[in-house]
C-alpha cells in the first residue's frame, strides 16, 4: 500500500467512524434517557444539573468492529482478539460500576487480566522499553504502565469535552505517527477510527454536556489506547508514544501522589486535577478544554518530529506539558 493510499484510508475511516459514532450517540442517549441512567451530582462532582451517563457505548460500539476487521485485513487477528477480548470484559465490568458501584478490587482485577491479555498482542521480539530492561522485566514494566493508563483515562474524564477531545489528539496523533513513520497498518487504523468516534461522541459532549461517557467508554478506551502506544514504543517510536499523552500521564502522576502522600483513597472521586481545579475557576468547561487542544498540538506536533530528531523532541513536549499545567494553575486561582 502506498503513503497515499494509506493517508486515503485513514481519512475514510476518521469520517466513517465519526458518522457511525455521532449516530450512536444519538441512538444511546435516547436510550439513558428513557432508562434513566443519570450521573447525579455531589460534592465531588464538577457538573451541576442530573446528566446522562454511558455514552461511551457509541465510542466503543464504532470503535470495536473497526478494530477486529483492521486485524484481519492486516492479517493480526490473533492479536486484535486478545486486546478485545480484555476490551469486552472492561465494558462489561465498566458498565456495571456505572449503573452501581463495585468493588475497586474486582475491578482492578478484571483490568489486570485485560493487560495480561493485551501483552500478548505485542511481538515476542519486540522490546517496549528498547532493550534497556531484560524481556521479563520489561513486560512487568509495560504492564504496570499499562493498568496505570487504564485507570488514568477513568480519572482525566471529569469535565464535560475533555475525554473526547484528548481521545481524538491521541488517537489521531497514533495514525499520523504511523503515516509519517511508513507503518500502513492496524496501528494507524485503529487510531484513527479512535478519533472519528470520539470526534462523533463529542457533538453530544461539549459543553454543556448533554451525556456523559461513563466508565463504559474511559476504561476500555484506555485499554485500547495503551495497546497503540505500547505498539508504537515496541517498534521504536518510543519517544512518540511518550509525548502524545504526556499531558495526561502528568496531570494524573502529580495528582495522585499528592493524594498518596496526604494519606487519601485514590480510587475515591475527587476534583484535585489540574484541569477540575482550571475549570472550577474559570467558571467554564470549554475555556479549559480548549486551552489544553491547544498545547496538546504541540504534543501531536513533537510526536510527530520524533521520527526526524529522536528523544530530542522530548524537550519541547516536557517544555509544552509544564506550561500547560502552569496555564491551569492560574486559571484556577482566577
Same mark, same amino acid.
Given at each position: 500500500?502506498?503513503?497515499?493510499?494509506?493517508?486515503?484510508?485513514?481519512?475514510?475511516?476518521?469520517?466513517?467512524?465519526?458518522?457511525?459514532?455521532?449516530?450512536?450517540?444519538?441512538?444511546?442517549?435516547?436510550?439513558?434517557?428513557?432508562?434513566?441512567?443519570?450521573?447525579?451530582?455531589?460534592? @465531588?462532582?464538577?457538573?451541576?444539573?442530573?446528566?446522562?451517563?454511558?455514552?461511551?457505548? +457509541?465510542?466503543?460500539?464504532?470503535?470495536?468492529?473497526?478494530? *477486529?476487521? +483492521?486485524?484481519?485485513?492486516?492479517?493480526?487477528?490473533?492479536?486484535?482478539?486478545?486486546?478485545?477480548?480484555?476490551?469486552?470484559?472492561?465494558?462489561?465490568?465498566?458498565?456495571?460500576?456505572?449503573?452501581?458501584?463495585?468493588?475497586?478490587?474486582? =475491578?482492578?482485577?478484571?483490568?489486570?487480566?485485560?493487560? +495480561?491479555?493485551?501483552?500478548?498482542?505485542?511481538? *515476542?521480539?519486540?522490546? /517496549?522499553?528498547?532493550?534497556?530492561?531484560?524481556?521479563?522485566?520489561?513486560?512487568?514494566?509495560?504492564?504496570?504502565?499499562?493498568?496505570?493508563?487504564?485507570?488514568?483515562?477513568?480519572?482525566? #474524564?471529569?469535565? #464535560?469535552?475533555?475525554?473526547?477531545?484528548?481521545?481524538?489528539?491521541?488517537?489521531?496523533?497514533?495514525?499520523?505517527?504511523?503515516?509519517?513513520?511508513?507503518?500502513?497498518?492496524?496501528?494507524?487504523?485503529?487510531?484513527?477510527?479512535?478519533?472519528?468516534?470520539?470526534?462523533?461522541?463529542?457533538?453530544?459532549?461539549?459543553?454543556? !454536556?448533554?451525556?456523559?461517557?461513563? #466508565?463504559?467508554?474511559?476504561?476500555?478506551?484506555?485499554?485500547?489506547?495503551?495497546?497503540?502506544?505500547?505498539?508504537?514504543?515496541? @517498534?521504536? #517510536?518510543?519517544?512518540?508514544?511518550?509525548?502524545?499523552? !504526556?499531558?495526561?500521564?502528568?496531570? !494524573?502522576?502529580?495528582?495522585?501522589? =499528592?493524594?498518596?502522600?496526604?494519606?487519601?483513597?485514590?480510587?475515591? *472521586?475527587?476534583?484535585?486535577?489540574?484541569?477540575?481545579?482550571?475549570?472550577?475557576?474559570?467558571?467554564?468547561?470549554?475555556?479549559?478544554?480548549?486551552?489544553?487542544?491547544?498545547?496538546?498540538?504541540?504534543?501531536?506536533?513533537?510526536?510527530? !518530529?520524533?521520527?526526524?530528531?529522536?528523544?530530542?523532541?522530548?524537550?519541547?513536549? +516536557? /517544555?509544552?506539558?509544564?506550561?500547560?499545567? *502552569?496555564?491551569?494553575?492560574?486559571?484556577?486561582?482566577?
Amino acid at each position: 500500500m502506498t503513503s497515499t493510499a494509506y493517508s486515503s484510508a485513514l481519512i475514510g475511516v476518521f469520517l466513517l467512524c465519526l458518522a457511525v459514532g455521532w449516530y450512536l450517540s444519538t441512538r444511546v442517549l435516547r436510550y439513558l434517557l428513557a432508562s434513566s441512567i443519570m450521573d447525579i451530582p455531589n460534592e @465531588r462532582s464538577s457538573h451541576q444539573a442530573p446528566t446522562p451517563r454511558g455514552g461511551g457505548w +457509541a465510542v466503543m460500539l464504532t470503535v470495536v468492529p473497526v478494530f *477486529a476487521l +483492521a486485524g484481519i485485513v492486516f492479517g493480526r487477528p490473533l492479536e486484535t482478539g486478545a486486546v478485545l477480548l480484555g476490551t469486552l470484559a472492561l465494558m462489561g465490568v465498566s458498565w456495571m460500576d456505572d449503573r452501581r458501584t463495585l468493588s475497586p478490587l474486582l =475491578r482492578l482485577a478484571v483490568q489486570a487480566l485485560a493487560v +495480561a491479555f493485551g501483552l500478548l498482542a505485542l511481538p *515476542a521480539d519486540q522490546m /517496549v522499553w528498547q532493550g534497556w530492561l531484560p524481556w521479563g522485566l520489561d513486560r512487568a514494566a509495560t504492564a504496570f504502565l499499562w493498568l496505570w493508563f487504564v485507570n488514568l483515562y477513568n480519572f482525566m #474524564d471529569g469535565i #464535560d469535552g475533555l475525554a473526547g477531545s484528548e481521545t481524538i489528539l491521541i488517537g489521531g496523533g497514533v495514525a499520523l505517527v504511523s503515516l509519517v513513520m511508513g507503518d500502513f497498518g492496524l496501528t494507524g487504523v485503529a487510531g484513527a477510527a479512535l478519533a472519528g468516534a470520539a470526534a462523533g461522541f463529542l457533538t453530544h459532549n461539549w459543553r454543556p !454536556a448533554r451525556m456523559f461517557m461513563g #466508565d463504559v467508554g474511559s476504561i476500555p478506551l484506555g485499554h485500547i489506547l495503551a495497546f497503540l502506544l505500547a505498539s508504537l514504543a515496541a @517498534r521504536g #517510536d518510543w519517544a512518540a508514544a511518550l509525548i502524545l499523552p !504526556a499531558y495526561y500521564l502528568t496531570d !494524573a502522576t502529580i495528582t495522585l501522589l =499528592r493524594r498518596l502522600l496526604r494519606g487519601e483513597k485514590i480510587w475515591q *472521586a475527587h476534583r484535585e486535577h489540574f484541569y477540575q481545579k482550571a475549570a472550577k475557576g474559570a467558571g467554564r468547561h470549554d475555556r479549559v478544554v480548549l486551552t489544553i487542544i491547544g498545547y496538546s498540538l504541540v504534543l501531536v506536533a513533537a510526536a510527530l !518530529a520524533a521520527g526526524s530528531f529522536g528523544a530530542w523532541t522530548l524537550a519541547p513536549g +516536557a /517544555v509544552a506539558v509544564a506550561l500547560l499545567l *502552569a496555564t491551569l494553575t492560574r486559571m484556577s486561582k482566577a
